[in-house]
């Protein structure tokens, strides 16, 4: 069956960086295009970056373009997400996202950013 496992979350203080990773299973990883959300205590769930099957695209939201990257490694079957100049507005639950005819989600890694 498809897994997500993410991994990489922590608390870290405002200006610092996280690296987060999913690491993916049950599913031909390098056909699909990959993405990052985030929930935020008491808000909805938001698209933080997709990045396409073989990496050669990448989109972003307009508050994280410029902060974080995300890209992958199709031979180790993951998904990254550098997160860069963290802000305490970037604190959320961060979850990668696939859609291969459905739609999965991993359990999710908190970010916490607080001095």
């Known amino acids: 069956q498809v897994q997500l496992v993410e991994s990489g979350g922590g608390l870290v203080q405002p200006g610092g960086s996280l690296r987060l990773s999913c690491a993916a299973s049950?599913?031909?990883?390098?056909?699909?295009?990959m993405s990052w959300y985030r929930q935020a205590p008491g808000k909805e769930r938001e698209l933080v970056a997709t990045?396409?099957?073989?990496?050669?695209?990448?989109n972003y939201a307009d508050s994280m373009k410029g902060r974080f990257t995300i890209s992958r490694d199709n031979a180790k079957k993951t998904v990254y997400l550098q997160m860069n100049s963290l802000k305490p507005e970037d604190t959320a639950v961060y979850y990668c996202?696939?859609?291969?005819?459905?739609?999965?989600w991993g359990q999710g890694t908190q970010v916490t950013v607080s001095s």
């Open positions: 990045i396409s099957r073989l990496g050669g695209s990448t």
């Open positions: 049950g599913f031909s990883f390098s056909v699909y295009a």
């Open positions: 996202y696939v859609r291969t005819g459905y739609d999965y």
